[in-house]
């Protein structure tokens, strides 16, 4: 991957690295740049993305939250190359605090951590998915943050967690049931807070219309 970094040229037109990051890259030099009226348009990520997708004219929607740019803010502060290594590093970190979070479960297989880490990152989905420029780990490790929090007691702090899966809407949402179903209001409690305050954020952020116009352009 740092080889693949090194010799990548932003202006060769056959030249692609990072799978999906240029949407994520594209979205936080947008917020770096304070321009949050332009966060969801096309043409302004197209702008962004220019030379660094192998699509002459195309582009990679970003259709996330404004707290999740402001968040890839501060990567977009990097140049391209050494901000993908630096995102690859955080969500194979990512994977990593999964499996630590999740050992009370796993050490009953009688194997290392690392050797766990290694098996979890050569799982297909994975392996695709860090040096592809996706937050899939990142989804994993909340996950794994709201279990350990529950099993420790702490419902509160495992809705907090669940709330942070709102950074991609669709899974933060769905959980929303299950714990009504499940009654678990201590649980929902946390998740409404957690929601609250990602709502707030973003409205600091894009104003209090963020969202009917990031539903509008996501749909």
Do not use: C
């Not at 348009?41 to 197209?46: C, D, K, L, P, V």
């Not at 969500?91 to 999740?102: E, P, Q, S, T």
């Not at 807070?193 to 996501?218: H, I, K, N, P």
Request: overall charge negative; hydrophobic content about 50%; charged content about 15%.
């Amino acid at each position: 991957m740092v080889l693949a970094a090194v010799t990548y040229d932003r202006d060769h037109p056959t030249s692609r690295l990072g799978g999906d990051y240029p949407a994520f890259y594209a979205a936080g030099s947008i917020a770096g740049d304070g321009d949050w009226d332009e966060l969801y348009s096309a043409e302004r990520q197209g702008a962004e993305q220019a030379g660094l997708i192998d699509d002459e004219g195309g582009y990679l929607y970003f259709s996330y939250p404004p707290f999740v740019a402001g968040a890839y803010s501060a990567l977009a502060l990097f140049d391209y190359r050494a901000s993908f290594l630096i995102h690859t590093l955080l969500m194979g970190l990512a994977l990593w605090g999964a499996i630590k979070l999740l050992w009370p479960w796993l050490e009953r297989f009688g194997w290392p951590p690392l050797a766990l880490f290694m098996l979890g990152l050569a799982f297909y989905p994975i392996l695709r998915a860090v040096p592809g420029g996706q937050n899939t780990t990142l989804s994993l490790l909340l996950l794994a943050l709201a279990l350990r929090s529950d099993r420790d007691g702490r419902p509160f702090v495992a809705g907090l967690a669940l709330a942070a899966l709102l950074f991609k809407p669709q899974f933060g949402v769905v959980i929303v049931p299950l714990l009504l179903v499940a009654r678990r209001w201590r649980v929902l409690g946390g998740w409404a807070t957690g929601a609250f305050g990602l709502w707030a954020l973003s409205s600091v952020l894009a104003g209090g219309t963020w969202v009917a116009e990031w539903w509008d352009q996501a749909g």
